[in-house]
């Protein structure tokens, strides 16, 4: 039986057979896995990786940032490609760059942060990939915020500071620069297009039957525990995610990953119940080492179920075994699962991201550094999610949909979440 990435080229191929219709890129399996989770969405809604910050006020040029913004857009095929699903196959067709840089003004009474959170919850899931919005800190404030935001199809974490870096590098060009030429533009689709296929023969690999097997005895008893959205339980005008964050001292060599997983199965444990097996997810990975390093070619997600045994060891033994099947692509794993007779939709119950600080670049302006701030309350896809960002101190951070989890819970859980990793009981906000 072919797998499910040869069934997909195959697909994508008579798609795209050159009949006149206009070009049409394939995606990876961790483009994919967006694609399944925005059509289970009721709403049809993308996920979304948004950056803020904080410039001193009148910093910013949006002409000249629109400038900067459009010619990332020209040169890098997946910053102005829609995603698209003809007859069920998930691929992008390239558009025109069109990178708008949206002014948000606060209403009497309102701060930045529920502006942003509007603009974020309003995105039309048909536009460009690549977003921007310049908001002043409030009525008469020093500062303004500007939000880089990105559809999850088209980056990753470890994307970002590229994409940072080049903005910033484009900016100080100015307003006035000129697109890439024609060959840049034709060269970079090419190595687009040919990154992607060397990442789909990499993913063909890795979904042999051995692999599939091993994911299938490995998943058998997942489930999902997450209740149903409780929309009707939000008071009008709450916002509709909850955060904690605690900073604490930092190991030389940063928290080793099986530990932070043992802390976010502590996490699960409150907010699921003991004994249940959670399906977690993390981003791992690399692409293929003769593929150009474009962007759009990312990080497959990982699927960790929380029971692993009790030993201090049992983590890390099962986390070893799974990296040796972390190319197997995610819709794969989710049906190698389902075979063996989990129930599991392939919905997550919680998501760990890790970053190292060190390699996470400020946005520079016009020769003025920006400021990386957080804007907490948004909407957020899943029960929980932790982020992690090693440096010379931890930086600890959990993010719940509170139509999902009460706020007494989730705090509960980034109390054990912390204890997990030996901290000082936390606060939450």
Do not use: K
Request: glycine share 10%; aromatic share 6%; proline share 10%.
């Amino acid at each position: 039986m072919l797998s499910i990435t040869s069934q997909y080229l195959a697909r994508f191929r008579r798609l795209d057979a050159g009949d006149g219709a206009p070009a049409l890129l394939p995606v990876t399996g961790a483009q994919r896995r967006f694609a399944l989770v925005r059509a289970m969405d009721p709403d049809g809604r993308p996920d979304l990786v948004p950056m803020f910050f904080a410039f001193p006020h009148g910093t910013v040029d949006p002409v000249r940032l629109a400038a900067a913004a459009n010619r990332l857009a020209a040169l890098h095929p997946v910053l102005r490609s829609r995603l698209t699903v003809p007859r069920g196959t998930p691929a992008l067709r390239p558009a025109e760059p069109q990178v708008p840089v949206t002014r948000l003004t606060c209403a009497p009474g309102e701060d930045t942060a529920t502006v942003l959170r509007r603009a974020l919850a309003g995105w039309a899931p048909d536009g460009p990939p690549l977003r921007l919005f310049l908001a002043q800190d409030g009525p008469g404030g020093a500062d303004e915020v500007l939000a880089v935001v990105l559809d999850h199809t088209a980056c990753d974490g470890q994307s970002l500071a590229r994409i940072v870096e080049e903005l910033g590098a484009a900016y100080e060009e100015g307003a006035g620069t000129e697109r890439p030429s024609a060959h840049e533009v034709a060269t970079e689709l090419a190595a687009y297009r040919d990154a992607v296929l060397l990442q789909l023969d990499a993913e063909e690999r890795a979904g042999s039957p051995a692999a599939m097997a091993y994911w299938g005895e490995r998943l058998r008893a997942v489930r999902e525990q997450a209740p149903a959205p409780r929309p009707q339980s939000l008071s009008p005008g709450a916002a509709p995610g909850g955060s904690a964050a605690l900073r604490l001292p930092a190991p030389p060599a940063g928290v080793p990953f099986p530990e932070l997983l043992d802390a976010c199965r502590a996490a699960a444990a409150v907010l699921f119940g003991a004994g249940h097996v959670v399906p977690l997810g993390y981003p791992w990975g690399g692409r293929p080492p003769a593929a150009a390093p474009v962007l759009g070619c990312f990080l497959n997600t990982v699927v960790f179920p929380t029971a692993t045994g009790d030993a201090p060891s049992a983590t890390a033994e099962s986390w070893w075994d799974d990296l040796d099947h972390a190319a197997t692509p995610f819709d794969a794993v989710v049906h190698a699962a389902r075979a063996a007779g989990s129930g599991w939709t392939g919905r997550l119950d919680g998501m760990l991201t890790v970053d190292d600080s060190r390699r996470h670049p400020p946005l520079r302006l016009g020769g003025v550094t920006g400021r990386e701030i957080h804007v907490d309350g948004r909407a957020v896809r899943g029960p929980f999610a932790v982020s992690v960002t090693q440096g010379p101190q931890l930086h600890l951070r959990m993010v719940w949909d509170r139509a999902i989890l009460p706020d007494d819970t989730a705090e509960s859980a980034f109390t054990a979440l912390a204890g997990a990793l030996r901290t000082p009981a936390p606060s939450a906000r």
